[in-house]
Each structure stands twice: as C-alpha cells, then as structure tokens.
C-alpha cells in the first residue's frame, strides 16, 4: 500500500514528460547485451497533450467523464478559468508564492513555454461540478455569504467580489479566476492560506489584504454561498473591464503585461 503511494507522483510526472524515459535509459542502462533478441516493444500510447494531462485531471476532474459525486473533495476545478490566472498560479507553486507539496513537484520540471500551453489546454475546457446542498445550511449565514459576493462591506472596506470576479462570477479575463464550482473547502483553505501568508500573489495581493479584513464568521459564510451556487449556463469568463479594479491587484496587472507581450511577439 504504502510503497503504492509512494510510486503514484513518479507515474504522474512519467505521464507529463514521455521524453525522460528515453534518456533515462540512454544514461542509465547498459545496450541490451544481444542485438538478435530486442526486448517487446510496448503498445505504443498516443503522446497528445490530452494524453499527458491525465495526470492532471485525476486530481482536478475530467469534462470527459461524470462529474464527481463527493462534494466534500478538496481538489479546485481548473477547467474554464482564464489561461492568465492558471499559468500564474503554475508559476507561483514552482517559485513558492503557493505550497502544495504535490503542485511544486510537479511543475518544478516544466518550462514557460510547457506550463503556458497546459494553461491554454485547461482554459478551454468546462467543467460542471455539483453543487452544495444549500438546504443543508444556515439561512442568515447564507444570507450573510450572498451579501459579501454581490454588494461587498464598506464598514469592513471589503468590495463585492462580482465587481473583480465577474457579474455571474465565472471569472475576468485575463487573469481573475471565477469562484463558483469550488469545494467549500477550498475555498476556506484559501483565505488561511492569505491570512496566513503561504499563498501570495505579486504586490500589491489585493486578495490578501481582502482575507485579512474578514473575520472567520464572513469567510465561513462566502464559502458556504458561493459552493453552494450552481454554475451559470454561459461558464465563460466575462471580458477585461475598462474601469480600474476596485483594489489594485499585482497579479491581474502582470497577466495583463503578460499577454500584451505575448501579443507582441
Ligand atoms: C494529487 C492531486 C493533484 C494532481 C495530480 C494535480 N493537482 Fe493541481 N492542485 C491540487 C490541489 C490539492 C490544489 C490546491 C492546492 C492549494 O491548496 O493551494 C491544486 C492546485 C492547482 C492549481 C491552482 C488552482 C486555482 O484555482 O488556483 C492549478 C492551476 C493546478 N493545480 C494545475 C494542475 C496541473 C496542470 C496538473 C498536472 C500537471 C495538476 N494540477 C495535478 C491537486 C493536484
Ligand atoms: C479587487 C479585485 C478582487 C476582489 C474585490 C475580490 N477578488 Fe478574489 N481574486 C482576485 C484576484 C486578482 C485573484 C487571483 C489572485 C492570485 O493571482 O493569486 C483572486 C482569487 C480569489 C480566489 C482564489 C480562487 C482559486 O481558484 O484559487 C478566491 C477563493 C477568491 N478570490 C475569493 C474572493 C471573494 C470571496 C471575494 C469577495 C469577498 C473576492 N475574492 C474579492 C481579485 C479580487
């Protein structure tokens, strides 16, 4: 069991990068000693990036398959948010703004270019996750999380989260993730995360100054409405505003420069 474990991340990277067996072998291993009895060779497996992420969607849920029944899992969906948002945080778990042990490892060996083209794959796919049963949850707290996500609290200088994550809150291009589909907890995990400094974004991280200024009676009661809001039929996130956002965030503002140099090449 435990030596199971422990073989599982080495077949996930094995799934992302076929090329490392090869030249594992080239280096490592001795040429089959008679050249008249070659080894069977294994029934080929398509190398398509689809092919690859598998070992991705294992964890983060597969549009190919049923959505999972359980909830209460922990694992974020990824499909369907801005490819701005997804690169970053790639880049973020292997600079260590973000810990998770197995997303640092994973994405330590990528380069740019690898990491920007899963983040282009992901984007474009949708996801349907089930949500929360809300009847199963307090009323004002629901109330409560409704009223954080759609009007903000000036006396605590919290803006409403539709204004930066979208009207439907499926996201903002390029680089502000949408919020609905996301296990609860997750999305309390998150707000630790900020408060407690492991998940950072570039200056100014508007989101940690927004989960500082939330007790953990507020967070508690976004993450119970937002779980429990079913997707909205259009899942795409909405275009770039014109106005500025209603805090500066770092991370929106170097997607931004991201893609405009990308543009340019
Ligand atoms: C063993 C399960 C697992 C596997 C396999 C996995 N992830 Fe993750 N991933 C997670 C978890 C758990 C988190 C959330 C970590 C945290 O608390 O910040 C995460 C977070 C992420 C995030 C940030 C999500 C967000 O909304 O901010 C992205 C992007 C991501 N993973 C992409 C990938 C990609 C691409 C692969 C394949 C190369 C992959 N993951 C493989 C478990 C996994
Ligand atoms: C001023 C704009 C702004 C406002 C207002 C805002 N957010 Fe965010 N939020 C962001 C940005 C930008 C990110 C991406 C941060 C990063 O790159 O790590 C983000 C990320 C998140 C994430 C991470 C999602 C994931 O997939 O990991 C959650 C959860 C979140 N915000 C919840 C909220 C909630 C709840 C509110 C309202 C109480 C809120 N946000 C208000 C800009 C904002």
């Known amino acids: 069991m435990r030596a199971a474990f422990q073989c599982a991340p080495i077949v996930l990277l094995y799934c992302l990068s076929p090329s490392l067996l090869p030249a594992a072998t080239a280096a490592g291993q001795p040429a089959p000693a008679s050249a008249h009895a070659p080894a069977p060779v294994p029934a080929p497996v398509p190398d398509t990036l689809a092919q690859r992420l598998v070992a991705c969607t294992s964890c983060h849920g597969d549009p190919g398959k049923l959505p999972p029944r359980d909830e209460h899992r922990y694992f974020p969906r ?48 949708h996801l349907v996750a089930a949500p ?3 009847t199963a949850l307090p009323t004002a707290e629901l109330a409560r999380g409704r009223q954080l996500v759609t009007q903000g609290d000036t006396a605590l200088k919290v803006p409403a989260c539709i204004a930066c994550h979208g009207q439907r809150l499926t996201g903002t291009l390029p680089a502000i993730p949408g919020l609905l589909g996301l296990p609860r907890d997750y999305i309390n995990a998150q707000f630790g995360a900020w408060r407690n400094g492991s998940r950072r974004a570039h200056a100014p991280d508007c989101m940690g100054t927004i989960a500082a200024r939330l007790s953990l009676a507020d967070v508690a009661a976004v993450s119970a409405w937002l779980a429990s809001e079913p997707q909205p039929a259009d899942p795409t996130p909405q275009a770039a505003g014109t106005q500025p956002l209603t805090l500066a965030c770092g991370s929106a503002q170097q997607a931004a420069s991201t893609q405009a140099r990308e543009q340019a090449r």
Do not use: C
């Not at 369907?80 to 330590?108: C, D, I, S």
């Not at 270019?113 to 983040?119: G, P, Q, S, V, W």
């Open 78 to 125: 990824i499909a369907g948010k801005p490819a701005g948002y997804l690169y970053h945080q790639l880049l973020n778990f292997r600079e260590g703004r973000r810990q998770y042990p197995m997303m640092t490892w994973m994405v330590t060996p990528l380069s740019d270019d690898y990491l920007r083209e899963i983040a282009d794959y992901f984007a474009a796919q």
């Open 132 to 134: 929360l049963d809300r």
